[in-house]
Structure formats: structure tokens, C-alpha cells
Nanobody, 124 residues
Framework: VQLQASGGGLVQAGGSLRLSCAAS????????VSWFRQAPGSEREFVAR????????DYADSVKGRFTISKNYARDTVILQMNSLKPEETGVYYCAAGVPVSTARQNPRAYRYWGQGTLVTVSS
């Protein structure tokens, strides 16, 4: 699966951004699709995931209530709506697809396919 992430940009603290992850050569099918982010000098961390078939979702505690992950079946796209953004959430956001076991869904090593990343900058 080839993934294309888009939607990053510069936003003030408290603002919103909408990220998209599109599957360009095949459908997401039975995959779990997740968003991770990586700040400079930090490890890649889990943000949110959605199971393509069931629609089940999961979020990092730090983003619950502010971020929403959803899917667009017709366009084979996963959306991450990010509201009330904070400066510490600045980083490169990556979408990933795979079939992780239940205990590894928040582990980036469990995902086989990755998009190129999109930069999110939140100014204070």
C-alpha cells in the first residue's frame, strides 16, 4: 500500500488542522491505519488509529477529546481532525498501515507501510 499524507501546516495554538492519508494504489482493505508524530530529537509516538473494516478507534491519552480519526470509504482516505492544538504537538505527522496484533497497535514497529510525513507547526 502506498500512502500519501497531506494537510500539515502552520497554525497558532488553539487552532485546528485536518490531515489526510490516502491509499494510492490499493484500498486499505483489512488494515489498521494509524497516525504517529515525531518531534525533533524525539521518538515517533502514537496519536490515533482506526480499524478500516470495523471503524474501531483508539487515541493517545494526550489527544482524547481534541483529535478525531475517521475514514472516507469512497476515497480510501483516513482523516485526522486536530483541534485545540498545542505548541508541544509540533512535529512531523506520519500515517501508517498494517495488521498489528492487539498488544502492538500503538507501536510504530508493528506497521509495514508508511506515508512520507507532513509537518505540523503550532506556534505559541
Amino acid at each position: 500500500v502506498q500512502l500519501q499524507a497531506s494537510g500539515g501546516g502552520l497554525v497558532q495554538a488553539g487552532g485546528s488542522l485536518r490531515l489526510s492519508c490516502a491509499a494510492s494504489d490499493r484500498t486499505f482493505s483489512t488494515y489498521t491505519v494509524s497516525w504517529f508524530r515525531q518531534a525533533p530529537g524525539s521518538e515517533r509516538e502514537f496519536v490515533a488509529r482506526i480499524a478500516w473494516n470495523s471503524g474501531n478507534t483508539d487515541y493517545a491519552d494526550s489527544v482524547k477529546g481534541r483529535f478525531t480519526i475517521s475514514k472516507n470509504y469512497a476515497r480510501d482516505t483516513v482523516i485526522l481532525q486536530m483541534n485545540s492544538l498545542k505548541p508541544e504537538e509540533t512535529g512531523v505527522y506520519y500515517c501508517a498501515a498494517g495488521v498489528p496484533v492487539s498488544t502492538a497497535r500503538q507501536n510504530p514497529r508493528a506497521y509495514r507501510y508508511w506515508g512520507q510525513g507532513t509537518l505540523v507547526t503550532v506556534s505559541s
